[in-house]
């Protein structure tokens, strides 16, 4: 069974830096793409930023240049550094791997709260 570990999350303040770690117990090239998602009290799960086998990275409009994906295959770990921190920034954030050959496989963390507060 596929185990993501995330850490890192914390209190910060506003215009601060935090990287969120996540850790796989399966070597990460078995995943075709790995993701953070966020979800804040009372709305729906969003997708942050994703990076695939072929290291093709994607961001959702809110993060982009303020948020970096990144991976170290050497350690099974994806990390999220996230800068330039603001108050809507503050939620759970999950890591998210996904297999795409049939039967289409996705497993999640247990999440990690992020709160942007002064």
């Known amino acids: 069974q596929v185990q993501l570990v995330e850490s890192g999350g914390g209190l910060v303040q506003p215009g601060g830096s935090l990287r969120l770690s996540c850790a796989s117990s399966e070597v990460i090239f078995r995943f075709n793409s790995m993701a953070w998602y966020r979800q804040a009290p009372g709305k729906q799960r969003d997708m942050l930023a994703t990076i695939t086998n072929g290291d093709i990275i994607n961001y959702a409009d809110s993060v982009k240049g303020r948020f970096t994906i990144s991976r170290d295959s050497a350690k099974n770990t994806v990390y999220l550094q996230m800068d330039s921190l603001k108050p809507e920034d503050t939620a759970v954030y999950y890591c998210?791997?996904?297999?795409?050959?049939?039967?289409?496989?996705?497993?999640w963390g247990q999440g990690t709260q992020v709160t942007v507060s002064s």
């Open positions: 998210n791997a996904v297999i795409s050959s049939s039967p289409r496989q996705a497993y």
